[in-house]
Nanobody, 116 residues
Framework: QVQLVESGGGLVEPGGSLRLSCAAS????????MGWYRQAPEKQRELVAR???????NYADSVKGRFTISRDNAKNTLYLQMNNLQPEDAAVYYC??????????WGQGTQVTVSS
């Protein structure tokens, strides 16, 4: 079993920064790709950024240049540095872990609120 716990969400003013963390615990020795997704009210969950174990990344066009995804494999922790936050970024942010064996786990999410 695997548990993913997000943290770092909160209220931030437009233009501000926030750093999200996702700590994986349990049977975490075969994590391949990790990613951040977000879901705003009345919208579908969407990919924000993802990163392979080797560090290859990709981002949604809406966050390129502002967000940076990273991971610490030794600590089994995923990060998302969010800069120049805008009201459109407000959402619940979810951590996702994909394993070599093909299983996927999700965290429960952390709320990011950006004042307008």
């Amino acid at each position: 079993q695997v548990q993913l716990v997000e943290s770092g969400g909160g209220l931030v003013e437009p233009g501000g920064s926030l750093r999200l963390s996702c700590a994986a615990s349990g049977s975490v020795f075969n994590i391949a790709t990790m990613g951040w997704y977000r879901q705003a009210p009345e919208k579908q969950r969407e990919l924000v950024a993802r990163i392979t174990r080797g560090g290859s990344t990709n981002y949604a066009d809406s966050v390129k240049g502002r967000f940076t995804i990273s991971r610490d494999n030794a600590k089994n922790t995923l990060y998302l540095q969010m800069n120049n936050l805008q009201p459109e970024d407000a959402a619940v942010y979810y951590c996702k872990a994909e394993f070599w064996v093909g299983t996927t786990y999700w965290g429960q999410g952390t709320q990011v609120t950006v004042s307008s």
